[in-house]
């Protein structure tokens, strides 16, 4: 699988928007971007996926930049509960055989 | 609609033992994946199952292994356990199986947290 690069950790303020960036420059064409977020004592929790166009949902956004090397989770307005680790991962979309290649994501805090 | 649920929670045992533990996927989901999450080594994948079959395994020794039931329900059975294999082991399910992009939308279990003494 291609390989992502993320901060180890980021800081923001609770009702501010947060902007997670992850670069994967060696992406194929027909990896997927996907982010997913682990709360403290908590299983991973599925964020949103995208593949070339920006995408929405009711959780975030993820902006892909134009080449793909690059990508963006945006979380508009930060709240306590959006303080965890965030996974940026690449798959193919061939198929889920091979699993979720989790890397050391970012550790999001939230401050007050 | 519930969530994927492990049993049990957490678990103690100690070393040479073997232990299993059970995966209820969310209604309707006929894929099941495994993974463990360590301090040192993040989250690893293990292995997984869709309709009944492994379709794929991580790269883990052959202490580790799983079946999955005609209603899609997992267990992973981990053998003459060693103390590295403390850890959190979470289980995943989702709807589709390979080559469908839902297959990596995956909803993940709270986990059984093994300590090995």
């Known amino acids: 699988d291609a390989k992502t690069t993320q901060p180890n950790s980021m800081e923001s303020n609770e009702e501010e928007p947060v902007h997670l960036p992850c670069n994967h420059s060696?992406?194929?064409?027909?990896?997927?971007i996907h982010w997913y977020r682990q709360l403290p004592s908590q299983g991973p929790e599925y964020v949103i996926h995208g593949l070339t166009s920006n995408v929405n949902n009711r959780m975030a956004s993820l902006a892909i930049a134009e080449d793909r090397k690059s990508s963006t989770l945006i979380l508009h307005r930060a709240t306590l509960r959006d303080a965890a680790v965030y996974y940026c991962i690449l798959e193919n979309s061939g198929g889920g055989a091979d699993g979720l290649t989790f890397g050391k994501g970012t550790h999001l805090i939230i401050q007050p | 609609k519930a969530g994927v649920t492990q049993t049990p929670r957490y678990l103690i045992k100690t070393r040479g033992q073997q232990v299993t533990l059970s995966c209820s996927p969310i209604?309707?989901?006929?894929?099941v994946s495994w993974y463990q999450q360590t301090p040192g080594q993040g989250l690893q994948f293990l292995f997984e199952?869709?309709?009944?079959?492994?379709?794929n395994k991580g790269n883990f020794p052959g202490r580790f292994s799983g079946r999955q039931f005609s209603n899609s329900r997992s267990e992973m059975n981990v053998s003459t356990l060693e103390l590295g294999d403390s850890a959190l082991y979470l289980c995943?399910?989702?709807?589709?199986?390979?080559?469908?992009?839902?297959?990596?939308?995956?909803?993940f279990g709270p986990g059984t947290r093994l300590t090995v003494t």
């Open positions: 995943a399910s989702s709807l589709e199986g390979p080559g469908t992009v839902s297959s990596y939308e995956q909803y």
């Open positions: 199952y869709f309709s009944e079959t492994q379709r």
């Open positions: 060696t992406i194929s064409g027909t990896d997927y």
């Open positions: 209604s309707g989901h006929r894929s």
